[in-house]
């Protein structure tokens, strides 16, 4: 048995549809970070996108939902 024995073709897992949706939601949440990051946006506008909470100036902070 050789090395290219080892690949084949994909296998198929079962997932539920609730992990699957938690793990592309992830999944989108990262890439979007990492456009904002290479797109040099400020580290509060990507926090605030992150977190979905409005920051004040200053220290305080407030919910926006």
Known sequence: MGL?????????????????????????KAELMENALNC?????????TITGNLELEGNEESSTG
């Open 40 to 48: 040099s946006v400020p580290y509060k506008y990507i926090r605030e």
């Open 4 to 28: 290219a024995d080892s690949f084949g073709a994909e296998d198929r897992v079962k997932v539920k549809f609730s992990d699957f949706y938690k793990l592309i939601r992830e999944s989108t």
